[in-house]
């Protein structure tokens, strides 16, 4: 069973940065697209950044594009989101998710527990 371990989440100020990590252990991490997503009070889930097995293909939320930068280091199995530029709509959950799939329609079979964030302006 996989396991998804989130950490970084907290405080920061608009045009900060923070950065979050995600833990994988259960199975073979480099068979698994790795996601991050967010959920903001009130809103739906948005899926913000992926990152495929290899690691070479990466898919950004318009909203975060040139400001967040996902990345993947198989040696450690984590996967990680920079987020830099921060604003105050960037403000919710994050949640990481792992995938056998890729695309926009892949299927997120296992979720971490969540990480706030906080950006206030």
């Known amino acids: 069973q996989v396991q998804l371990v989130e950490s970084g989440g907290g405080l920061a100020q608009a045009g900060g940065s923070l950065r979050l990590s995600c833990a994988f252990s259960g199975r073979t991490f480099d068979r698994y697209t790795m996601g991050w997503f967010r959920q903001a009070p009130g809103k739906g889930r948005e899926r913000v950044a992926a990152?495929?097995?290899?690691?070479?293909?990466?898919s950004y939320a318009d909203s975060v594009k040139g400001r967040f930068t996902i990345s993947r280091d198989d040696a450690k199995n984590t996967v990680y989101l920079q987020m830099n530029s921060l604003k105050p709509d960037d403000t919710a959950v994050y949640y990481c998710?792992?995938?056998?799939?890729?695309?926009?329609?892949?299927?997120?079979?296992?979720w971490g527990q969540g990480t706030q964030i906080s950006v206030s302006s």
């Open positions: 990152v495929s097995r290899s690691g070479i293909l990466k």
């Open positions: 998710a792992a995938s056998l799939d890729w695309g926009a329609a892949a299927k997120y079979d296992y």
